[in-house]
């Protein structure tokens, strides 16, 4: 068996257990993780744009916990039609029917009742853009579908779940060339994207590392999720499940498939122990054969030789924390439990902080330092007046506004979108490699290069403008 058919087999399918244990090792001593030949004819989607639209007319689909807030912030944005809803429960779309009716917006076209009805909503001609916001198994063939149907495509996190669906969505963007973007929302908030700033300015010096996690004790969700997804999930798999909001922010500091790419990970996780016994606690119920960890913690490589700690931690009672730090040659960020900086003076040339000039990194900087920084590195996308519109539109603190904002901005505007399928697939593919590297006594495994040989060609991350 090659080894991708052997990877594919191991990770792949939607009932499958976590994956196996692999013989297959790379010429560099790693398991390997082939990459496939990209089809002929096809090309890249790096920096991909599509004629301006005026207007986006959009499709919503999956309207559970999630999706309607997604609905109603979209009544806050200009030049935006919604045009369809879709739910498998209709009362679902129905109800967020009356998000658009209170806000005076024309109705949409509801679908629902039926497992497919959402390919209806695909096939329409008066869509642009299909939004996803269903459980986890659903996102791949709903965006697949989209996709072939003409449609630019976002989906929820985590947007697919193994390596044959990371393929599948990436070659399906480069023959289709429509965009394929993955929602997440923590590359928008605040304080990333502030640091975010700072870093590309230099401030912390050569940025080395960085830190994410989803630590979110869930028992108070667990029973809320459509038809018990979330638990069944985990239930059948090992590894980070649920890496992308971790992922994002350190990936968009490192550069990665712009100017650096992951080359290999390793991650390990504890034993089994807070979920079942909630679980039993909860419905009476015993969860046979629980796979997924407590806690997951898995450390990634790059090819600049810069690192990545990632967690994930849905079983215990922590503080939410999404970890979020980096350390640089000249200073370090660090957002929980409390946001702070710390920096060498020599680095800090703002005439306001000049007095400070004594602060050695070995501390946080003060809180008047903190607030003159997170002013002078405001976010080019930040303006004053989409920073008040996103703290009255909410959304986890304004995040997910400025998510959608951006979204819809570039779309106006024939902009590349600010994450593209290769980030999708980077950010995702954290849960079958980890899965892999757990199953293997924690050895390395090597990550593919997505952009299949183009990870150098984009110098450093940037959010597009128009010019
Ligand atoms: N980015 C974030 O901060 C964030 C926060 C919460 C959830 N999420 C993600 O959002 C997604 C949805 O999560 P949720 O909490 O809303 O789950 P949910 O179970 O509340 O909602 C899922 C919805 O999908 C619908 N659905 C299922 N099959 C369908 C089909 N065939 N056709 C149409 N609709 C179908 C269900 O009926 C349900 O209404 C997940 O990917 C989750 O990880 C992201």
Redesign the pocket.
């Known amino acids: 068996m090659c080894t991708l058919s052997m990877a594919a087999f191991m990770l792949s399918g939607i009932s499958c257990q976590s994956a196996k244990k692999s013989d297959q090792v790379s010429s560099k001593g790693l398991i390997a993780v082939e990459t496939p030949q990209r089809p002929v004819g096809q090309k890249d989607v790096l920096q991909l744009t599509t004629p301006a639209m005026k207007v986006v007319r959009v499709g919503f689909?999956?309207?559970?916990?999630?999706?309607p807030a997604a609905v109603k912030r979209f009544t806050y944005l200009d030049g935006v039609e919604v045009k369809a809803l879709?739910?498998?429960?209709m009362s679902?779309a129905e109800k967020a029917q009356k998000i658009l009716t209170d806000a005076k917006l024309p109705e949409a076209t509801l679908y629902?009742g039926s497992?497919?009805?959402?390919k209806k909503l695909c096939e329409r001609d008066d869509i642009d853009l299909v939004y996803i916001?269903?459980?986890?198994l659903?996102?791949e063939p709903m965006m697949i579908y989209a996709m072939e149907h003409g449609k630019n495509v976002v989906c929820?996190?985590?947007s697919v779940l193994n390596m044959d669906e990371i393929w599948n969505v990436i070659n399906t963007a480069e023959r289709t060339q429509l965009h394929c973007m993955m929602?997440?929302?923590?590359v928008y908030d605040f304080f990333e994207l502030t640091t975010l700033n700072m870093a590309q300015k230099g401030v912390f010096g050569e940025v080395l590392h960085a830190e994410g996690s989803y630590i979110h004790c869930l028992e108070p969700?667990w029973d809320?999720?459509?038809?018990d997804?979330?638990l069944k999930y985990n239930t059948d798999h090992r590894g980070d499940v649920?890496a992308t909001?971790g992922m994002g922010p350190a990936c968009q500091l490192l550069d990665i498939h712009r100017g650096d790419k992951m080359n290999f990970l390793t991650s390990m996780d504890t034993k089994v122990a807070g979920i079942p016994a909630f679980v039993k606690k909860d419905r009476g119920v015993d969860l046979k054969d629980f796979q997924n960890g407590d806690m997951t913690t898995t450390m990634i490589r790059t090819e600049k030789g810069k690192t990545i700690l990632i967690q994930h931690d849905v079983a215990n009672p922590r503080p939410y924390s999404r970890m979020y730090s980096l350390t640089g040659t000249k200073g370090y960020a660090s957002k929980y439990p409390t946001p702070g900086y710390a920096i060498e003076g020599s680095q800090l040339k703002d005439d306001d902080v000049k007095k400070y000039d004594d602060l050695s990194g070995h501390s946080f900087v003060p809180e008047a330092v903190q607030k003159i920084l997170m002013e002078k590195y405001r976010s080019p996308i930040m303006t004053l007046e989409l920073e008040a519109k996103a703290k009255e539109v909410g959304g986890?603190g304004g995040m997910?506004f400025i998510m959608d904002y951006r979204l819809i901005y570039c779309l106006q505007n024939g902009l590349p979108l600010d994450m593209d399928v290769y980030d999708m697939a980077e950010w995702c593919s954290v849960a079958p490699l980890s899965a892999l590297s757990i199953e293997n006594n924690s050895n390395a495994v090597e990550v593919p290069d997505f952009t299949r040989g183009a990870w150098d060609r984009i110098h450093g991350f940037r959010h597009a403008f128009v010019k």
């Not at 497992?115 to 959402?118: M, P, R, S």
């Not at 809320?224 to 038809?227: D, F, L, R």
């Open positions: 689909i999956g309207l559970g916990m999630r999706g879709c739910d498998l429960d679902r629902g497992e497919d009805a959402w916001a269903t459980d986890w659903h996102h929820e996190v985590p929602l997440e929302n923590c969700y809320s999720y459509a038809n997804w979330r649920y909001h986890h997910d």
